[in-house]
């Protein structure tokens, strides 16, 4: 009988402290402060290395964990900032994009990108949809 009950009791011990199971998204956020400032994470990031930048951040975190950012936001802290700046930002990240979606290609299937069959394409899509994601006109401001 107390064996019974100490089964029990552990069980049930067990399950409440389990971990919970959360699908939360794993987001890139990239925030352009109002002094011109870009902030990804923690990282202070210069306009002139921001798309090496999203595409090292991209690359390694697919060589460390198997997986990639599901998808990347991109924020303005303070007063908006010019509409020039948001737009060469929006464009060094869809640039760091393409670069880590030819260096995926190439580790994965030893071709670029636009050398790839429509099976292998469409696999390498569904596997990194970040790579592929929209960013014009989706500036939050924080």
Known sequence: MRLLFLAT???FFGESYAAPKTTD???LLVTLTENG???????????DNLARYIQERLFKSYMGTGKMHDRIVVAQSGAISPDMTANVVLNEIRNGQKRALAQISVQKFRKPFENLGSRQQDKIKKQFPVLFQELQGQTDTR
């Open 9 to 11: 009791a552990l069980f």
């Open 25 to 27: 998204d794993k987001i």
């Open 37 to 47: 400032i870009i902030l990804v994470g923690r990282d202070t990031v210069n306009v």
